[in-house]
């Protein structure tokens, strides 16, 4: 089975402070992704990289960067972290082929 | 994506066959039928897709109507763990997944002991 597991499952962080979440697939899927789900906005979508080094903004990518320095793991960086950036942070990978996107179990993030 | 419609929410009995509908009658002909759902508070999990044919995996079965224009998942033994949001989803297969995968409100689904 397809494994996408994210760091932490829940964080509480102060205003400005910078906020790493850490994502990991163990099926050598070159296409990863990170999402936010808030209540009545469903998935969006931030940020994607399709290769190692690679990366590219999806709907909603201001305010936050990535990082992919290996193929298993892609990081999610608030740089600045705002209440706004209260959310359900979700890590998916796919690859070329595949049936569809897996995903991991969730960041519950809070900043106050 | 093509817009789907599913009811709020069911409830079932455990043990019993829950059955969930989904309509999706601007389906067009590259586009799959996924199911995915979400328990509280944790990520969306695959749960099976298909094109035309009747599809089943060890967790589900999906009926695909011949016209194409909805479908309904079946869960054959429904228990207290399945109490979820389920998503119909309705996109091309082999799509880059570089869109959001649009969820919409998705059936509330209760399984009551």
């Known amino acids: 089975d397809v494994k996408v597991t994210q760091s932490s499952r829940y964080l509480v962080k102060r205003t400005g402070e910078k906020v790493f979440l850490e994502c990991v697939q163990d099926?050598?899927?070159?296409?990863m992704f990170w999402y936010r789900q808030d209540p009545g906005l469903g998935l969006r979508l931030i940020y994607f990289?399709?290769?190692?080094?690679?990366?590219e903004k999806g709907d909603i990518p201001e305010g936050y960067s990535v990082s992919r320095e290996k193929k298993e793991r892609f990081s999610l960086i608030l740089e600045s972290a705002s209440t706004n950036q209260t959310s359900m942070y979700l890590c998916?990978?796919?690859?070329?082929?595949?049936?569809?996107?897996?995903f991991g179990e969730g960041s519950w993030l809070t900043v106050v | 994506d093509a817009k789907t419609t599913q009811p709020t929410s069911m409830d079932c009995a455990e043990g019993r066959a829950a059955n969930l509908p989904c309509n999706h009658s601007?389906?067009?002909?590259?586009?799959?039928v996924y199911w995915y759902r979400q328990i509280h508070s944790q990520g969306p999990q695959y749960i099976i897709h298909?094109?035309?044919n009747n599809e089943t995996n060890e967790m589900a079965s999906l009926i695909i109507t011949e016209d194409r224009k909805s479908s309904t998942l079946i869960l054959p033994h429904a228990t207290l763990r399945d109490t979820a949001v389920y998503y119909c989803?309705?996109?091309?297969?082999?799509?880059?997944?570089?869109?959001?995968?649009?969820f919409g409100s998705g059936t509330r689904l209760q399984v009551q002991p």
């Open positions: 998916a990978s796919w690859t070329a082929g595949g049936n569809t996107i897996y």
């Open positions: 989803i309705v996109r091309p297969y082999m799509d880059t997944g570089r869109r959001a995968l649009t």
């Open positions: 990289s399709y290769d190692v080094k690679m990366k």
């Open positions: 298909g094109l035309k």
């Open positions: 601007t389906i067009s002909g590259n586009e799959y």
């Open positions: 099926m050598d899927h070159e296409n």
